[in-house]
């Protein structure tokens, strides 16, 4: 009680009024439950919280959460939370930044139910980055994005259904990650310019089918394409040179078929190449030898 908690680390306070408006403790080797009766709900004036990579001890993610009625940025990521998401989170319309994903997936299982989920994406029209991964949903993706997304990862979360064409039309999307949600289905639609600022594009593990469009090279944007484990078939067309941008491209475990395409040339930045489990014929073509930057080539 000797000591300005706003000098404290992680503590940032309001210039005028002295209330705690960020709250950072991330890897701070925090243990325990979060009793609901907890002081950290009397924060009311809270703008940011971060509690990511702790141990929480399967707490539960509350409905107290929800009188934080001003927060903007609420990470709780892989700090062993667990149970049923209450829906009152749905209550924080002001949230620009929302992780609740589990990195690498572990024995707490957060769940949210489906008309939640829907819910949460209703209200949250400021919502830029939404991070689920690895959190039990078992949804259709559904239709109503903020057009704010910058980041969506719904990774591991047990979507389910046909892949509709409007989740690759959200304007400013940055980070699209899909993977490991083998019951999604569907293929990739015809891109167009609209979209030129997707830089990570992960569908790996699902069960998209059909042939890469031609239209691929149009996101000229993309550093990261992992296709890998999926259903895709057909040649690659040559216009996927056109990713000049690109530093990982995994497009292994498919059914791809055909010549592969001597614009990979152009991939002067690619660290990462995977190819495997595919059924390319002929040499391996001398473009290769431009791949200057490649630290790992299957």
């Not at 000098?7 to 306070?13: E, F, H, P």
């Not at 890897?27 to 509690?51: D, T, Y």
């Not at 059909?210 to 990261?224: D, Q």
């Amino acid at each position: 009680e000797s000591t300005d908690c706003c000098t404290w680390d992680g503590v940032t306070c309001h210039e005028i009024t002295g209330h705690i408006i960020q709250l950072d403790l991330s890897c701070s080797q925090i243990e325990g439950v979060i009793s609901p009766n907890s002081s950290l709900f009397g924060l009311s004036q809270l703008q940011k919280l971060n509690l990511a990579y702790n141990d929480f001890q399967q707490s539960r993610i509350s409905r107290q959460f929800s009188g934080l009625t001003h927060l903007t940025h609420l990470n709780l990521s892989t700090s062993n939370f667990n149970g049923q998401i209450a829906a009152e989170i749905a209550h924080l319309s002001k949230l620009v930044l929302l992780d609740f994903s589990l990195h690498p997936p572990s024995s707490a299982i957060l769940r949210l139910q489906k008309h939640d989920f829907q819910m949460l994406l209703r209200n949250l029209t400021k919502i830029s980055v939404l991070c689920l991964s690895a959190v039990h949903i078992a949804s259709e993706v559904p239709l109503n994005f903020s057009s704010s997304l910058t980041y969506l990862d719904l990774s591991s979360t047990g979507m389910h259904g046909k892949l509709p064409d409007h989740v690759f039309e959200i304007p400013n999307m940055q980070a699209l990650v899909l993977g490991s949600n083998e019951n999604l289905t569907g293929i990739l639609p015809k891109f167009n310019s609209s979209i030129s600022s997707l830089e990570v594009l992960d569908l790996s593990f699902t069960n998209l089918f059909g042939e890469l469009p031609v239209s691929i090279g149009c996101l000229k944007s993309l550093n990261s394409l992992i296709l890998f484990g999926c259903q895709f078939s057909g040649s690659l067309p040559e216009s996927i040179g056109n990713l000049s941008k690109l530093t990982d491209l995994e497009l292994g475990s498919n059914n791809f078929v055909g010549q592969i395409p001597r614009s990979i040339s152009n991939f002067v930045w690619l660290k990462t190449l995977d190819l495997s489990g595919n059924r390319f014929p002929g040499p391996i073509p001398d473009s290769f030898n431009n791949l200057q930057k490649l630290t790992s080539l299957s």
